[in-house]
């Protein structure tokens, strides 16, 4: 290569970085940085800030709604991971067989995916509408009393899981695909020869050399929904009764409806830390179970 | 698995995954009370095409179709013309400081975005771009990720590929426009499609940050069309039929792209 050296060769490298460099620094380094400002403070953007030292994060220590919200938004997260997880794994497994029509059902899967959340939650409010919803109907006429899904302070985080669920599952699918192709067919080839049936197989080789899978799936799932917002703005604006409140509506509906931006910012990283802490939690567990082939 | 048990799976998979947006459409054609009606009907009857007429004519959903593409093109285009740049600087150039640089930018992927939003407002407040498109807009026109993706296909090619080139007397914007750039097109397509996907179904900014009715996004104004119509379902699911078409074309298109992208980012819509 030529020009390594000199100042010609550095403002070309300058000139390389500048256009997304810039906008890094002024639209997430320099806001991060902020928000750690912005949490010790007091702010409603119509005064002057005042620094309020940790008063923001220990509120939040006495905050019931923001507790609520912790809770729900775990609720939410226990509800979706098993479904998308167990899901994903068996249609992926069921796809992975080289079957008649399977690449046109992996496009159906995975349609839901590419749709945006907007859409997903009204479409799903809709068939699980209580009383003139599809759902209901259909369970009407089998004789079960559909319950009063979004309606329902008991039902509605069901309600949001289950067409979170919907959305997700073919997401999960293709990683695990993926990992399952990855895994050579002599592994079965010859545990075949040594009479070992299918149950045993998946055990000892398909779900060992799928953990690498099965740890992605899970790691990236629970960073994503722990921060889960737009399909419950849309399906119940955390309602009804404040059954469905998530943390990052409390986020936005302090900043933006109550005015309390260095209380929403404080909140912001107290959801970081759960991220963190979940993180670093499945990283020392994946020592237990992950097999790197 | 046993086969017939296989195909009962996939079966009840499909269909379940394909009625959510049967009856959408279903619903979007069928006359106001029709709709809930006993027993219900898959296909409607009469059909009510005007459905989609009538919520264009309430609703301004040409201009959230018109802003959606909008700022999907722009941002999908500067992302990845931006993230190209410096991962070819990344990539293929040695200066000083370049590791520690890359790092930086590996760290920004680790920001979840609901810790930057609040003092993000502020900052577009200050610039006065609140309700605009450019504060629509400015947030996205980088890509850490993107970077690293590119990154990554560009450190795959052989060094000796520019040598030539430069011997010729080519500068490095010669070499990174007409060689390296071209090599790399399945990356540029995955991470283009990728990017365009996540702007056309992006809600927690545009909702922050836009409040006049004809600067809104599709999602965004979809969501609101809910709230003023409530109980006239075949209007919103008219609604929602139009926002999905685009993405379901591009899908249909670019499904390996797409396909690929998710399963190498695990970002999500």
Redesign the interface.
């Known amino acids: 290569?030529?020009?390594?050296r000199g100042w010609r060769?550095?403002l070309?490298?300058a000139l390389?970085?500048a256009?997304?460099?810039?906008?890094?620094i002024?639209?997430?380094?320099?806001?991060?940085l902020?928000?750690v400002g912005?949490s010790f403070a007091s702010w409603d953007?119509l005064t002057h800030p005042r620094w309020v030292g940790t008063a923001n994060y220990r509120g939040l220590v006495h905050d019931g709604e923001f507790h609520a919200a912790l809770l729900h938004t775990l609720y939410f997260v226990a509800g979706y991971l098993p479904l998308v997880f167990c899901g994903g794994l068996?249609?992926a497994?069921?796809?992975h067989?080289r079957?008649k029509g399977?690449a046109w059902?992996r496009?159906?899967?995975?349609?839901?995916?590419?749709?945006?959340?907007?859409?997903v939650a009204?479409?799903?409010?809709?068939?699980l509408?209580p009383q003139?919803g599809?759902v209901n109907?259909l369970l009407g006429?089998v004789g079960v009393q559909g319950p009063g899904w979004w309606l329902d302070p008991h039902w509605a985080m069901p309600s949001i899981i289950l067409a979170s669920a919907?959305k997700?599952i073919?997401?999960t699918m293709?990683?695990f695909l993926?990992g399952l192709q990855a895994i050579p067919e002599e592994y079965y080839e010859a545990a075949s020869l040594d009479g070992a049936g299918?149950w045993s197989r998946f055990r000892n080789i398909t779900f060992p050399l799928l953990s690498p899978a099965s740890f992605?799936v899970v790691v990236?799932s629970l960073?994503?929904n722990v921060?889960v917002?737009?399909q419950v703005?849309?399906m119940t604006q955390g309602g009804p009764a404040g059954s469905t409140s998530v943390v990052?509506q409390q986020?936005?509906q302090n900043?933006?409806s109550f005015g309390r931006?260095g209380y929403?910012?404080a909140m912001?990283?107290v959801?970081?830390g759960v991220?963190l802490v979940i993180t670093v939690v499945q990283l020392r567990l994946q020592k237990r179970w992950v097999v790197y082939a | 698995?046993p086969?017939a048990l296989?195909?009962v799976?996939?079966l009840i998979?499909?269909l379940?995954?394909?009625f959510?947006?049967a009856?959408?459409v279903s619903?979007s054609l069928k006359p106001d009370l029709a709709?809930?009606q006993?027993?219900?009907q898959l296909i409607p009857k009469p059909f009510q095409p005007s459905n989609y007429s009538t919520v264009v004519h309430i609703f301004p959903v040409w201009r959230f179709l018109l802003n959606s593409a909008l700022v999907a093109v722009i941002s999908t285009t500067?992302q990845v013309?931006?993230?190209a740049?410096?991962a070819?600087?990344f990539a293929?150039?040695?200066?000083r400081g370049s590791g520690t640089?890359f790092l930086?930018?590996l760290g920004?992927l680790m920001?979840?975005?609901?810790?930057?939003?609040?003092?993000?407002?502020?900052?577009m407040?200050y610039l006065h771009f609140v309700n605009s498109y450019p504060g629509l807009i400015?947030?996205s026109?980088?890509?850490?990720y993107g970077?690293f993706l590119l990154r990554q296909a560009f450190m795959s090619l052989p060094a000796e590929l520019?040598?030539a080139a430069?011997v010729d007397g080519a500068?490095?914007?010669t070499v990174?426009t007409r060689i390296v750039l071209p090599l790399v097109r399945p990356s540029l397509a995955t991470f283009g499609v990728l990017s365009f996907?996540a702007s056309?179904?992006s809600?927690?900014w545009p909702?922050?940050i836009i409040s006049s009715q004809k600067l809104m996004t599709?999602?965004?104004g979809?969501?609101n069309l809910?709230g003023e119509h409530l109980t006239a379902?075949n209007l919103?699911?008219a609604g929602?039929t139009i926002?999905?078409i685009p993405?379901?074309i591009?899908?249909?298109f670019a499904?390996k792209h797409?396909?690929r992208g998710?399963?190498l980012s695990?970002v999500?819509?």
């Open positions: 290569m030529v020009g390594q060769f550095r070309i490298v390389f970085l256009p997304s460099l810039i906008p890094l002024m639209f997430l380094i320099v806001p991060m902020a928000s912005l953007l068996l249609l497994l069921a796809l067989q079957l399977v059902l496009t159906l899967y995975f349609l839901p995916v590419v749709t945006s959340w907007v859409v009204l479409v799903w409010k809709w068939l509408n003139y599809i109907r006429f919907w997700d073919g997401f293709v990683i993926a299918r992605f990236i960073i994503n921060q917002f737009d703005w849309v990052v986020i936005v900043a933006f931006m929403a910012a912001s990283w959801l970081f991220i | 698995m086969r296989l195909y799976i996939l998979g499909g379940a995954m394909l959510p947006f009856w959408m619903t709709v809930f006993t027993p219900p500067l013309g931006t993230s740049m410096a070819y600087a293929r150039m040695k200066f640089l930086l930018y920004t920001v979840p975005f609901q810790v930057t939003i609040v003092p993000l407002f502020i900052e407040k400015l947030p026109i980088a890509s850490a970077t520019e040598e430069f500068g490095h914007w990174f996907i056309w179904n809600f927690l909702l922050v599709l999602p965004v979809i969501a809910q379902w919103v699911m929602t926002s999905v993405i379901v591009v899908y249909l499904q797409i396909v998710f399963v695990g999500k819509g």
